[in-house]
């Protein structure tokens, strides 16, 4: 990044538009929103299959509902995303020396592992708990439970990133990812589908939206200004 030199004295009003228009630039030049997207849709898509191969499915001879414990969820998950908000802070790190400007990915990292902690914690207590305490939730409760899946934390810990680069067009694609992971599209699948598959489609989605939203950022930062 370069700056133009402002001729001391010049007009206090001119000082003051090319002081915010440096700030903008600067602000510009640390963001790298398209590695964190991109890293976040890998680490969802590869987390199909390995959660498709630790769940864990009984169904009653009796005709009972099935029961069923996401256990790849706890395998993969925690690790998978520690990684991935090391590698987002790394790359963010490592662009913004390139580039001569400060990085201001750390309290995002942070947050994402505090998060990922929470998740965890959360999901071994219902692990323990729920299979002596049966019981059906609203629908409200239901929606809280989305939030605090890795999905939804990952949505969440973006909000953080958005604040810190000011990033507006980052709040909107966040505020309408969270959406689509707290209210699920149907479109019919889960009548089709076994207990073990239901959730892949959904999890097939919030994986394509994290991509296109990386391209998409990726794409508006090539374009000429």
Request: glycine residues 8%; aromatic residues 10%.
């Amino acid at each position: 990044m370069t700056t133009d030199s402002v001729p001391a004295g010049g007009d206090p009003r001119r000082l003051l538009s090319d002081a915010r228009t440096l700030a903008q630039r600067v602000r510009r030049d640390q963001r790298v929103t398209w590695v964190a997207l991109l890293v976040l849709a890998g680490v969802t898509f590869v987390g199909i299959p390995i959660d498709w191969a630790g769940m864990e499915v009984h169904c009653p001879a009796d005709g009972s509902p099935c029961e069923f414990a996401r256990t790849g969820v706890l395998i993969y998950w925690p690790p998978a995303l520690l990684l991935a908000y090391a590698a987002v802070a790394f790359c963010y790190a490592r662009v913004a020396r390139s580039r001569g400007v400060g990085a201001r990915v750390l309290p995002y990292a942070i947050t994402g592992i505090a998060l990922t902690v929470l998740f965890t914690a959360a999901w071994v207590a219902a692990r323990l708990y729920f299979p002596d305490h049966p019981h059906r939730f609203p629908e409200w409760v239901l929606v809280f439970d989305r939030l605090i899946t890795p999905w939804g934390t990952i949505g969440v810990a973006l909000l953080v990133l958005a604040r810190l680069e000011r990033n507006v067009a980052l709040l909107v694609f966040t505020l309408g990812y969270l959406a689509v992971v707290l209210v699920p599209v149907d479109f019919g699948w889960g009548m089709h589908a076994s207990v073990r598959t239901e959730w892949v489609p959904q999890q097939v989605i919030n994986g394509t939206v994290l991509l296109l939203g990386g391209i998409g950022f990726a794409l508006a930062r090539r374009r000429p200004r």
